[in-house]
């Protein structure tokens, strides 16, 4: 398989899951032929996903860890194939509130999207993760407002996302959109803060972005979006 380094691949959009259109519609088997590395998540809302080297984990809300098999449907997930040859940059105590300044100080970044992969030691670090949502589903602020929440000190694993520009709200979450697992798979999920003590920081931009749509699906087919409300409920539901 010849792997294209410079290309993003997304399944769904994040403006399908604020209504509540949780089922899913893509196959992780089919995903992963797309990218080894990423985030997303199950079928009904069911967890966080994170995808490392190729191997899909999904973190749920009772804090357990579990592989997904090919055939696990996701209404949204995003991948890429990681670049071993990024540029990485050697960070000590950054948390989250400076991971934009850390990147954007050296890097004209704002207008494209780029992966985020930091590896190390974490002094601290916080997620969360929602619970599985069964029909009629709610929405994602309300699904949002019910979230578990995760802590660990001195952990050692990575933190995997993207930076998508302002102009791309809706298709994916405008800033950071990040999430954690540690090395032992036993804690991780959507990430809500973090402080690494030691670490690598690599930033791996793309010039395209394939957007996949889920056409056989007729619930997103027929939907009728409420752009008005979209970003609002987009920023807080991703805090």
Excluded: C, W
Aim: aromatic share 10%; glycine share 8%.
């Amino acid at each position: 398989m010849v792997k294209n380094y410079s290309k993003l691949y997304q399944h769904g959009t994040l403006a399908t899951l604020v209504p509540g259109l949780f089922e899913g519609t893509f196959p992780i088997g089919k995903l992963l032929k797309n990218g080894d590395t990423g985030i997303g998540t199950a079928t009904g809302l069911g967890g966080e996903m994170v995808v490392l080297e190729g191997t899909p984990y999904l973190v749920k809300s009772d804090g357990k860890i579990a592989i997904l098999p090919d055939e696990t449907m996701v209404p949204f997930a995003t991948v890429h194939f990681d670049d071993e040859n990024a540029e990485k940059i050697k960070v000590n105590d950054l948390n989250e509130a400076d991971l934009g300044e850390k990147i954007f100080h050296k890097n004209a970044l704002e207008n494209v999207f780029f992966a985020v992969k930091i590896t190390g030691n974490f002094s601290h670090v916080k997620t969360r993760a929602v619970a599985a949502q069964k029909r009629p589903y709610p929405t994602l602020a309300e699904v949002a407002d019910k979230q578990a929440i995760f802590e660990e000190d001195n952990s050692q694993g990575t933190v995997i996302g993207y930076f998508s520009p302002e102009l791309f709200q809706g298709m994916a979450s405008a800033g950071f959109h990040l999430h954690y697992l540690n090395d032992n798979k036993t804690m991780g999920g959507h990430l809500l803060d973090f402080t690494v003590s030691e670490g690598s920081l690599a930033i791996q931009p793309f010039a395209s972005v394939e957007q996949h749509f889920p056409l056989e699906d007729q619930e997103f087919m027929q939907h009728n979006f409420e752009l008005s409300k979209m970003d609002s409920e987009i920023r807080h539901s991703e805090s």
